[in-house]
């Protein structure tokens, strides 16, 4: 096995703090956290056969890509931002992972003090009060 087994509480945690968008599956993800109670048993075994795998299903790597409009003129194509709708239970084995993931990094300290993107409790302003000061 490659990662530890998840215990059951974090999956059923993931499944309730996640987003209310609806996935390339059309399954929304507010289903899914009313469901919370009854599927984060099965979901936690999914994604322990995954991580001890080391694998992660085809069938789940689908998404569809749609365009977003932003400002401006709708006929100019810059005016459009696009995002992937991912699978809803990929989305929640992604969360799982990322969490694991961030935790390693913290634990071991592999990120250095002036790396402020994708971490919390720092954010833009962090880096410009430190260029400053």
């Given amino acids: 096995m490659i ?14 703090i996640t987003k209310n968008s609806q996935g390339c599956d059309e399954i929304w993800i507010k289903v ?14 999914i994604s322990n056969k995954f991580l001890e795998l080391g694998s992660f299903p085809s069938r789940l790597k689908y998404s569809t890509v749609i365009q977003i409009f932003k400002t401006g ?6 005016n459009f931002r696009k995002i992937s709708l ?11 992972i990322y969490k694991r993931i961030y935790a390693h990094v913290v634990l071991n300290k592999i990120l250095t003090n002036e790396q402020y993107g994708f971490r919390d409790s720092l954010s833009t302003d962090n880096v410009s009060y430190t260029l400053i000061h």
């Fill in 73 to 78: 003129d709708r006929l100019n194509m810059s």
């Fill in 3 to 16: 990662l530890k087994p998840l215990p059951l509480l974090t999956v059923t945690v993931l499944l309730v």
């Fill in 32 to 45: 899914l956290k009313w469901c919370a109670p009854f599927i984060s048993s099965p979901q936690t075994y």
């Fill in 86 to 96: 991912l699978i809803s239970f990929s989305k929640i084995f992604e969360k799982i």
